[in-house]
Protein backbone atom coordinates (compact mmCIF):
# COMPACT_ATOMS: atom_id res chain seq x y z
CA UNK A 1 0.00 0.00 0.00
CA UNK A 2 0.85 3.52 -0.57
CA UNK A 3 0.30 6.45 1.23
CA UNK A 4 0.68 9.82 -0.60
CA UNK A 5 0.89 12.82 1.89
CA UNK A 6 -0.04 16.10 -0.54
CA UNK A 7 -0.66 19.96 0.17
CA UNK A 8 -3.77 21.12 0.40
CA UNK A 9 -3.63 23.23 -2.44
CA UNK A 10 -3.66 20.59 -5.65
CA UNK A 11 -1.95 22.89 -7.87
CA UNK A 12 1.19 22.59 -5.58
CA UNK A 13 0.69 18.96 -5.22
CA UNK A 14 2.31 17.82 -8.66
CA UNK A 15 3.66 19.17 -11.85
CA UNK A 16 4.07 16.67 -15.18
CA UNK A 17 6.10 17.81 -18.30
CA UNK A 18 7.61 16.09 -21.11
CA UNK A 19 10.88 15.95 -19.13
CA UNK A 20 9.55 14.73 -15.51
CA UNK A 21 7.19 13.94 -12.91
CA UNK A 22 7.51 15.95 -9.94
CA UNK A 23 5.26 15.17 -6.94
CA UNK A 24 5.70 17.29 -3.91
CA UNK A 25 5.46 16.29 -0.06
CA UNK A 26 6.21 12.76 0.40
CA UNK A 27 4.80 9.40 0.06
CA UNK A 28 5.16 6.07 2.00
CA UNK A 29 5.10 2.51 1.67
CA UNK A 30 3.71 -1.04 3.75
CA UNK A 31 3.44 -4.36 2.78
CA UNK A 32 0.69 -6.51 4.20
CA UNK A 33 1.62 -10.00 2.36
CA UNK A 34 2.06 -11.86 5.49
CA UNK A 35 -0.86 -10.63 7.27
CA UNK A 36 -3.97 -12.55 6.83
CA UNK A 37 -6.78 -11.25 4.79
CA UNK A 38 -9.72 -9.46 6.78
CA UNK A 39 -12.82 -10.97 5.98
CA UNK A 40 -15.67 -8.67 7.21
CA UNK A 41 -14.67 -5.53 9.14
CA UNK A 42 -16.20 -4.71 11.45
CA UNK A 43 -17.09 -0.99 9.52
CA UNK A 44 -16.37 0.54 6.41
CA UNK A 45 -12.92 1.94 8.13
CA UNK A 46 -9.91 -0.20 8.66
CA UNK A 47 -7.04 1.48 10.24
CA UNK A 48 -3.61 0.33 9.39
CA UNK A 49 -0.07 1.62 10.24
CA UNK A 50 2.23 3.12 8.02
CA UNK A 51 5.62 3.64 9.29
CA UNK A 52 7.56 6.96 8.65
CA UNK A 53 10.51 4.99 8.09
CA UNK A 54 9.25 4.11 5.20
CA UNK A 55 9.79 6.47 3.03
CA UNK A 56 9.33 6.12 -0.40
CA UNK A 57 12.58 6.66 -2.34
CA UNK A 58 14.11 6.13 -5.50
CA UNK A 59 16.56 3.15 -3.84
CA UNK A 60 13.12 1.67 -1.90
CA UNK A 61 10.97 2.02 -4.92
CA UNK A 62 13.40 0.09 -6.67
CA UNK A 63 13.76 -2.65 -3.94
CA UNK A 64 10.23 -2.87 -3.66
CA UNK A 65 9.70 -3.91 -7.21
CA UNK A 66 12.80 -5.77 -7.59
CA UNK A 67 13.56 -9.50 -8.00
CA UNK A 68 13.44 -10.17 -4.34
CA UNK A 69 9.96 -8.62 -3.74
CA UNK A 70 8.99 -10.38 -6.94
CA UNK A 71 9.72 -13.84 -6.03
CA UNK A 72 8.79 -13.28 -2.35
CA UNK A 73 5.40 -12.90 -3.68
CA UNK A 74 6.00 -16.07 -5.96
CA UNK A 75 5.62 -13.95 -9.19
CA UNK A 76 8.24 -13.97 -12.22
Known amino acids: MFLVV ?3 NADEWIEASHEGLLL ?3 AYWTCFH ?3 PV ?3 DSDRLTVSVPKANLLTTQTLH ?3 GAEFR ?6
Not at 71 to 76: E, I, P
Open 24 to 26: RYA
Open 63 to 65: DLF
Open 34 to 36: EHD
Open 39 to 41: DRP
Open 6 to 8: VPR
Open 71 to 76: AMLGVS
